[in-house]
T-cell receptor, first 115, second 111 residues
Framework: GAGVSQSPSNKVTEKGKDVELRCDPI?????LYWYRQRLGQGLEFLIY????????KSGLPSDRFSAERTGESVSTLTIQRTQQEDSAVYLC?????????????FGQGTRLTVV | GNSVTQMEGPVTLSEEAFLTINCTYT??????LFWYVQYPGEGLQLLLK?????DKGSNKGFEATYRKETTSFHLEKGSVQVSDSAVYFC??????????FGAGTRLFVKA
């Protein structure tokens, strides 16, 4: 597609339920990132994928969070047993390569509300 | 560790006023520096970047100069417009993959 696509755009879920967020990167982009943006705060790094290399999961806040990506295609971020503190906008970004000055292209995000 | 600090908002200006949004960073090595912008209802997009000391990034009338001696990358525009109202994020990348973002500064421009 022309840009990074995320779905759903909005998700309201009950506390304790599992949710799955989807990201379609730009075709040909080998790098994919997930960030979390809490209301009024900056972007919190969650996880990074680069091609077929092992992902960098160092930003995942707890073992309730996991993400998958097959090759250079779609990625899913799963949050198990959601808590109210998980409410945020989850942003996905992709880039063609890593290296100095590489631009990241962002999706419009999934707004997750846990009630 | 690597970090970015930018001025807190919101910043409210009248149209045609001069804009400065301060950004300072802490990083090992020689990072690349970025400003991203998030317009209402849209995703983040790159505004400008600089990859080495003394470089000046510019776009849409905005400028920022990479100052290694002061570890700063302040965003400036000589005459803001209502359409510049957005959230601005300063960011750095040390050549790895975890682009680090500041907290964002919301700008309101009044007609």
């Amino acid at each position: 597609g022309a840009g990074v696509s995320q779905s759903p755009s909005n998700k309201v879920t009950e506390k304790g339920k599992d949710v799955e967020l989807r990201c379609d990167p730009i075709s040909g982009h080998t790098a994919l990132y997930w960030y979390r943006q809490r209301l009024g705060q900056g972007l919190e790094f969650l996880i990074y994928f680069q091609g077929n290399s092992a992902p960098d999961k160092s930003g995942l806040p707890s073992d309730r969070f996991s993400a998958e990506r097959t090759g250079e295609s779609v990625s899913t971020l799963t949050i198990q047993r959601t808590q109210q503190e998980d409410s945020a906008v989850y942003l996905c970004a992709s880039s063609r390569k890593t290296g100095p000055g590489t631009e990241a292209f962002f999706g419009q995000g999934t707004r997750l509300t846990v009630v | 560790g690597n970090s970015v600090t930018q001025m807190e908002g919101p910043v409210t200006l009248s149209e045609e006023a001069f804009l400065t949004i301060n950004c300072t960073y802490t990083a090992t090595g020689y990072p690349s520096l970025f400003w991203y912008v998030q317009y209402p209802g849209e995703g983040l997009q790159l505004l400008l970047k600089a990859t080495k000391a003394d470089d000046k990034g510019s776009n849409k009338g905005f400028e920022a100069t990479y100052r290694k001696e002061t570890t700063s990358f302040h965003l400036e525009k000589g005459s803001v417009q209502v359409s510049d109202s957005a959230v601005y994020f300063c960011a750095l990348d040390t050549g790895g993959f975890k682009t680090i973002f500041g907290a964002g500064t919301r700008l309101f421009v009044k007609a």
